[in-house]
């Protein structure tokens, strides 16, 4: 009973205060410029600085930024999609990096449709060739800008399915200016393809339905890795390293702060501050010595 008491005493003051000692260690957080990573992201920053550390945040694609991982530049990396998406820029750094820490599970890109286009007509990515559906359907595909790999895999489907001789284009557009479009799309119940991801904001509603891939370009899931170099562990105190090997997430949880901050207009670290006092047990796990 005394246990619980303090693991809970612990857990509010971790969430509500900072540490009382300065700390002179800064810690480089690198992610990827996605909404899901920069949700990610922002639960380590809160992790590292109720810890005591200074944390700084960089951004930018996977391979500069496992480059500056290998040189010390950033002390942590948010995140590599391993074996498939992230494979031809890890493949490099495989023997110089470590990876930390498995912190999610089904990590994907996919096609998915509206729920409200009927399954019986359009059930996989072949269909869209099929000639009624080209007649009622956008055969422009827009894509968010931010998240470069789905962008490519995208261009990589409409080769495969041929859906570029049956006239389908891509577009990419900045963030708010493609959920924007997605919504409009939604609300006038128009049939249109975009590509996603889960962990994706819309994961929190049921608005969409994946189309199968039966051509398996898409490849299988992925997990999420927190990536760090030789000298990751050495920085950062012993304690604190094991909290991070213990930072289990969900697709659905990642999903989740996102939405938040879309929905309130919040960055992300309100977000996911929000999100870990709304999962205290969650939390208590993770900074429990247990």
Avoid: C
């Avoid at 040189?71 to 930390?100: C, M, R």
């Avoid at 895999?153 to 959920?179: F, I, K, P, R």
């Avoid at 969900?250 to 207009?265: P, Y």
């Amino acid at each position: 009973m005394f246990k619980h008491v303090v693991s809970k005493l612990l857990l509010i003051l971790f969430l509500t205060t900072g540490s009382q000692f300065a700390s002179a260690v800064s810690i480089k957080i690198g992610f990827n410029d996605t909404a899901y990573d920069e949700a990610t992201a922002a639960l380590f920053k809160i992790v590292f600085e109720r810890s005591g550390y200074n944390v700084n945040q960089i951004k930018g694609d996977p391979g500069p930024l496992l480059d500056m991982l290998e040189q010390g530049e950033i002390d942590v990396y948010v995140t590599a999609w391993l074996p498939n998406t992230h494979a031809s820029e890890f493949v490099d750094f495989e023997d110089t990096l470590k990876l930390i820490t498995p912190l999610y599970d089904g990590a994907q890109s996919y096609f998915a449709v509206p729920r409200y286009i009927p399954k019986k007509h359009l059930a996989t990515i072949d269909d869209l060739a099929k000639a009624d559906i080209k007649e009622k359907i956008d055969s422009a595909i827009v894509t968010d800008k931010r998240t470069r790999a789905t962008s490519k895999q995208t261009e990589d489907v409409l080769s495969a399915y041929g859906l570029n001789e049956s006239g389908y284009t891509v577009e990419a557009l900045e963030s708010a200016e493609w959920l924007a479009a997605i919504e409009s799309k939604l609300e006038e119940k128009q049939w249109f393809v975009i590509p996603l991801t889960k962990p994706h904001l819309f994961d929190t509603t049921k608005k969409f339905r994946r189309l199968k891939d039966t051509k398996n370009v898409f490849k299988v899931k992925d997990t999420a890795w927190l990536v760090g170099n030789k000298k990751t562990s050495k920085k950062i105190a012993d304690h604190i390293y094991q909290i991070l090997t213990k930072m289990e997430l969900s697709t659905q949880w990642i999903a989740e702060i996102e939405r938040m901050a879309h929905d309130e207009n919040w960055p992300y670290y309100v977000a996911a501050r929000v999100w870990m006092a709304e999962h205290p047990y969650t939390v208590e796990y993770w900074i429990s010595g247990e």
